[in-house]
Every structure is written in C-alpha cells, then in structure tokens.
C-alpha cells in the first residue's frame, strides 16, 4: 500500500487551462463530470484508466478528483505502481463546490 498524499482544494487553482505543467484529473462517471467539473481538467473515468494511461502526462503535477475521494485513492494507488506521482485532491468535489471553487458543465 501507498501512503497517498492528498490536497486540500484551498490550495489548487480554481483553473487547469493555463496551468502548464500541472493536470487535474476526474475519474468520475460521465454523468457527474456533464453535471459539474473543473475547468481544464481532463476526464478518464475511474474503469478507463488503465486503458488510457498514455494520456497522463507521467512529468506532471498529478492531481486527482472524484466525487469524495474514493475512487480517487484507488486511481493514485494504480498511478504510483505504474510509475507516477500525485495527490488527492482532499473531498473531492463535495469540497470543491463547498469551498465556493468554480465548477463547469457539460463536456
């Protein structure tokens, strides 16, 4: 098992887009990303990951999203085997919206 760092949402930008270097990461379902996410992020569902992994920049500043912090642990621990490194991004986006951060819809 990994020891898997997390980051509260204080600490992030409320955008990716022009975030060179950095990705943020939702591993949520395809509805849940349609109904709010956050913008520049890039969308790998939870069961696509490993099929996908050529997507994941292995040289950036990982961040990781899912709706609580679930899946995104368990996405984190398949990422650090296979060479990566990032963080949980600490209650997801319950605490994205609850802190005030921006949220985008749809695809």
């Not at 600490?11 to 709010?36: H, I, K, N, S």
């Not at 890039?42 to 997507?55: F, K, N, S």
């Not at 991004?89 to 695809?107: D, H, I, N, T």
């Amino acid at each position: 098992m990994f020891d898997i760092p997390e980051i509260p949402v204080t600490q992030l930008p409320d955008d990716f887009t022009d975030e060179p270097g950095r990705l943020m990461l939702d591993v949520r379902e395809y509805d849940e990303w349609e109904a709010g996410h956050v913008r520049g992020a890039i969308h790998i569902p939870l069961t696509e990951v490993a099929a996908r992994l050529d997507e994941i920049d292995p040289d950036a500043e990982l961040f990781v999203i899912c709706h609580s912090g679930g899946r995104s642990e368990r996405v984190l621990q398949y990422l650090l085997r296979n060479g990566y490194d990032g963080s949980g991004v600490a209650g997801g986006m319950l605490s994205w919206v609850q802190s005030g951060k921006p949220v985008e819809s749809g695809r």
